[in-house]
């Protein structure tokens, strides 16, 4: 049996938790949950909101289902998700987007996968006031960092049979720190003669993207354009309530939605579980348990298609009907 750590979170966290767990029961999978809290109410007792008990349950366990944990404002608390990445080395922050069937967007042909750098870029939070009226934000990018995310979304793309692995920069105007990832993207993509390659810069992207996002497949992209662009896709697939995403390591892995913890609907039973729940099928084929994870994917579209839905996709399904009928749907 699968031990798995389930950071439930708050906000709507423990909500669209109990959801996601009850479904995977019902699918016939056991999986031992070691669930964690983290966040607002956890640093009241314990001092901080991300305990040392989580970093080593995720280590030990290699694995982890995360739901939102929300960020105390001004209480000098770095972000718990932040905190995860930093000290899990969670290089690779994978969101796939595709259409959800019966959730009505702007198009209807999204398919793509949006690999991002998660460590360094201007995250790296080197900034200084160089005099009382001058701000400086220095913008990191290695080559070890570089050469390492695209050769995960080379990867990625020959094992879920993507045609072609696009790089987005600004290498026209940051010559040497998006060269540097660009030059990185062209030597990694030597290795993968079968993979279709492609340069983009990221302003020509978000043109295109916003045109036809059928003409995409894999993205990588430095971290900051890479948070940006992957706000914009999940726009293209329905919204915060759909978008799926995971931060991937040598060592281990933490799949979790793009959403936040959602305080404005929190314990209403108004929450969408879909993105955490397709974070937790990404999960389930992480871990070899493909059927189980094909098995939910389909509940789920059914559910969708008998235009069973929540609030925020137009709807007026409660979380608990929702997942009733997905359930059913098994
Ligand atoms: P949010 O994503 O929590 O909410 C934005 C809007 O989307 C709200 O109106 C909310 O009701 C709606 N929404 C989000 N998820 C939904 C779902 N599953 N079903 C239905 N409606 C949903 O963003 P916000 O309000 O900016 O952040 C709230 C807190 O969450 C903050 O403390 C923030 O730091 C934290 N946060 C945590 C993240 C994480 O744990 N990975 C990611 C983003 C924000």
Redesign the pocket.
């Known amino acids: 049996m699968h031990t798995i750590t389930l950071i439930n979170?708050d906000?709507?966290g423990p909500e669209?938790s109990d959801s996601v767990i009850k479904i995977i029961k019902a699918s016939g999978l056991e999986i031992n949950w070691d669930i964690q809290t983290a966040g607002a109410d956890v640093a009241a007792v314990e001092g901080v909101p991300l305990p040392e008990r989580i970093l080593e349950s995720v280590r030990k366990n290699k694995v982890a289902l995360?739901a939102?944990?929300?960020?105390p404002i001004g209480k000098g608390f770095r972000?718990?998700?932040v905190q995860l990445r930093k000290d899990l080395d969670l290089y690779a922050n994978l969101r796939p987007c595709k259409n959800l069937p019966n959730v009505k967007t702007r198009f209807e042909n999204v398919n793509l996968v949006v690999v991002r750098e998660n460590t360094e870029d201007l995250y790296a939070g080197i900034e200084r006031m160089a005099d009382k009226d001058t701000a400086e934000s220095i913008k990191i990018i290695t080559r070890k960092a570089s050469e390492r995310i695209c050769k995960f979304a080379f990867d990625y793309a020959v094992k879920n049979n993507r045609h072609e692995v696009c790089v987005v920069t600004k290498a026209n105007i940051m010559k040497m720190s998006d060269g540097l990832f660009l030059e990185s993207y062209r030597k990694i993509a030597e290795n993968y003669p079968q993979i279709k390659k492609r340069e983009i810069l990221v302003d020509n992207l978000c043109m295109q993207l916003v045109q036809d996002p059928s003409r995409f497949d894999v993205l990588v992209l430095p971290n900051l354009y890479g948070d940006i662009v992957s706000d914009l896709t999940a726009g293209l697939i329905g919204g915060?309530?759909v978008a799926q995403g995971a931060n991937i390591g040598e060592n281990c892995a933490v799949f979790?939605?793009?959403?936040?913890?959602?305080?404005?609907?929190k314990g209403q039973n108004?929450?969408?579980?879909t993105?955490l729940l397709l974070s937790a099928v990404e999960m389930l084929k992480y871990i070899g348990e493909n059927s189980y994870a094909e098995k939910i994917e389909c509940a789920l579209f059914k559910t969708l298609s008998q235009d069973v839905k929540?609030v925020?996709l137009g709807g007026n399904a409660t979380t608990t009907e929702f997942t009733e009928k997905i359930i059913e749907n098994l």
């Open positions: 979170g906000g709507i669209i995360k939102p944990v929300t960020t972000s718990v998700n915060l309530g979790e939605p793009v959403h936040g913890s959602a305080p404005d609907i108004k929450a969408n579980p993105a929540t925020d």
